[in-house]
């Protein structure tokens, strides 16, 4: 009898970690995301640094006060995600669909901006190493933006169709960790691209 309740019904898996297997498997995937980001960073010093290459190469300019705006709206919509998961948390719905709608708005502000600024920046990723390295990093950056908010509509999609609970959550938290994530790395390359 034991054996057939068995077979009709697996156990469930073992968990040896108190992380979420579905949390935990979105930490190991941004891990590997920061050895990526990591390899280009690499490139960037070595073409500045070591190749000595002006940065950035004259006579161009970097829009530091735009970018330095979408680094506003960017970490803006990570409280504005963080603001979604706690209403979840707490059953407010209402809470939870105008954190998504804000945090996907704010984004897409962000894209928007990016690509506004390639279009007239006045280099290409083709000009030299500066202009290579400087599309490769802000683009792998976009890239993983795009991606987020492709994450968010789904979120919100599901959020206005009432899919998610102060005990169902997992929806949010998932993404809203990848969000924290890309608004993270971009600080970073700010502050290496625009700033240093």
């Known amino acids: 009898m034991a054996a057939v309740d068995h077979a009709a019904h697996p156990p469930v898996a073992h968990q040896s970690s108190r992380v979420d297997a579905r949390t935990l498997g979105m930490f190991l995937f941004i891990a590997s995301e920061i050895m990526l980001f990591g390899s280009f960073f690499t490139i960037y010093f070595f073409v500045r640094v070591s190749a000595g290459t002006p940065w950035p190469t004259p006579p161009y300019q970097l829009p530091v006060f735009v970018a330095g705006m979408n680094t506003i709206i960017l970490v803006t919509s990570s409280f504005t995600m963080h603001w979604a998961l706690q209403s979840i948390k707490r059953g407010n ?20 901006t990016q690509i506004l600024e390639y279009s007239r920046i006045g280099f290409t990723p083709h000009t030299d190493a500066f202009g290579s390295v400087f599309f490769g990093l802000t683009g792998l950056h ?17 959020a206005f169709r009432g899919h998610y609970s102060a005990e169902s959550h997992h929806g949010v938290e998932i993404p809203g960790i990848y969000w924290h994530f890309v608004d993270v790395m971009w600080i970073v390359v700010y502050t290496t691209v625009y700033i240093l």
């Open 142 to 158: 976009g890239a993983h933006v795009f991606v987020g908010l492709t994450l968010l509509a789904a979120a919100t999609v599901r």
């Open 93 to 112: 719905r209402t809470g939870l669909q105008g954190g998504l709608v804000l945090t996907f708005l704010l984004g897409l502000t962000f894209l928007l």
